[in-house]
């Protein structure tokens, strides 16, 4: 496994170097008032590395990796999905580890008026919303998406740095 020794552009690399930086001095942060960046947006092309960032970033600090699948999560049920969001988050606030919320557009699509949800997706991007704004965990939770125009704006604003991964040269 070679996700430690990605080659990234320069720019990409300085950033993920500093999310891993800020973590490793999150109690010397804390003295000073500050927070390290724990809720990461990572974007970009199909293929071009955002769910190996997040693993890198897991190994490089030495954090368990988990990774969401958003097929357990989404249920048919009312409000069930809501739940199961919520536990998610339950179960990861005291436990330091790299979470991944792959295809975060699956979850995190713009609330529209003219659409023809019956309500749901609005009721999860709410949750998502509230998920997000109050987490305080341990660990770092980074969100990938190829689709970042359909993510609602929102969300956006709950996210501590976001990263676009450009498509690999040569």
Not at 10 to 21: D, H, M, N
Not at 91 to 110: R, T, Y
């Amino acid at each position: 496994f070679l996700r430690h020794d990605m080659v990234l552009s320069p720019k990409v690399e300085s950033k993920i170097l500093r999310i891993e930086k800020e973590y490793l001095a999150r109690e010397r942060l804390a003295h000073h008032g500050l927070i390290p960046r724990k809720k990461i947006l990572l974007h970009g092309s199909s293929g071009c590395g955002k769910s190996m960032a997040a693993e890198r970033i897991a190994w490089d600090l030495g954090l368990p990796f988990y990774k969401v699948r958003f097929d357990t999560i989404i249920s048919s049920y009312l409000g069930e999905s809501a739940s199961n969001l919520q536990k998610l988050f339950e179960s990861i606030n005291d436990d330091p580890c790299v979470l991944l919320l792959a295809e975060f557009d699956i979850i995190g699509k713009q609330r529209n008026t003219h659409s023809n949800d019956v309500g749901e997706i609005h009721r999860i991007v709410n949750i998502l919303l509230g998920l997000l704004e109050e987490y305080e965990g341990e660990g770092i939770l980074i969100a990938t998406t190829n689709l970042e125009g359909v993510i609602d704006k929102a969300l956006f604003r709950r996210f501590d740095d976001f990263i676009e991964l450009p498509k690999p040269t040569e």
